[in-house]
């Protein structure tokens, strides 16, 4: 009996040992498995964006709507898969022909911060960002308040706004390639006259290089 259990006891510990060297063996052949390794964004693995588009907006204000297209440019670096921090630059301005003043106008950078939706082999990404937009601001008087009356001097009916705004961000991406992506964006900025709201609110496509 006493050599009955020693025989059982050592083929149990081998058995448990082939099934650890088994286990370690399928784990190592798992990690270097090319279909598990995850690609790296861009060019260089970096994750940073070079972004140029175009958009078109509208503002609201107590005084009525103005449409424009615009510009824009923006930098982006990847904090990881799922976060980056954007800066991106606007110019808009729309002139009133019958007053010659701009009805509104933008000049301004908007660094702040993406949440991204997507892994690393998923094709497409659905982003929200929140930002702070610092620059020069303006609007007519017309378009701050319905009750102001057009001016001879058209310089007087200018009014500038608070330099700074918050602005929210929903994008979709679509990466076309490790190093290339698409994007379709909208965002929603109040920038403040006179303290008055104005609503600006922008759709742009844009293409990123990303190295």
């Known amino acids: 009996m006493r050599r009955g259990d020693r025989l059982g006891k050592a083929l149990l510990l081998s058995l448990s040992c082939a099934a650890l060297l088994l286990l370690s063996s399928s784990a190592r052949a ?8 995850k690609p790296k964004y861009g060019l260089f693995g970096t994750g ?5 588009g175009a958009g078109v907006y509208q503002v609201l204000g107590q005084g009525g709507f103005v449409p424009g297209i615009y510009p824009r440019a923006a930098l982006e670096l990847h904090l990881g898969p799922h976060f980056s921090i954007p800066v991106v630059a606007r110019f808009q301005t729309a002139v009133d022909p019958s007053a010659g003043a701009p009805d509104f106008a933008q000049l301004s ?4 911060l993406n949440f991204r939706l997507r892994e690393l082999d998923w094709p497409v990404a659905l982003v929200f960002g929140a930002a702070v937009r610092v620059g020069r601001f303006s609007a007519s008087q017309e378009l701050v308040d319905a009750k102001v009356e057009a001016a001879d001097d058209a310089g007087a009916q200018e ?3 608070f330099p700074l705004a918050p602005e929210a961000t929903v994008k979709l991406e679509w990466w076309i390639a490790s190093a290339f992506v698409a ?6 900025a109040p920038v403040f006259v006179n303290k008055q ?3 600006n609110i922008e759709e742009a ?3 990123a290089l990303v190295f």
């Open 30 to 37: 798992d990690d270097e498995d090319p279909r598990r390794l």
């Open 48 to 52: 940073f964006h070079i972004e140029a």
């Open 109 to 112: 950078i908007a660094p702040g």
């Open 159 to 161: 009014a500038l706004g």
């Open 183 to 188: 994007k379709i964006s909208a965002t929603y």
């Open 197 to 199: 709201p104005i609503h």
């Open 205 to 207: 496509l844009a293409v």
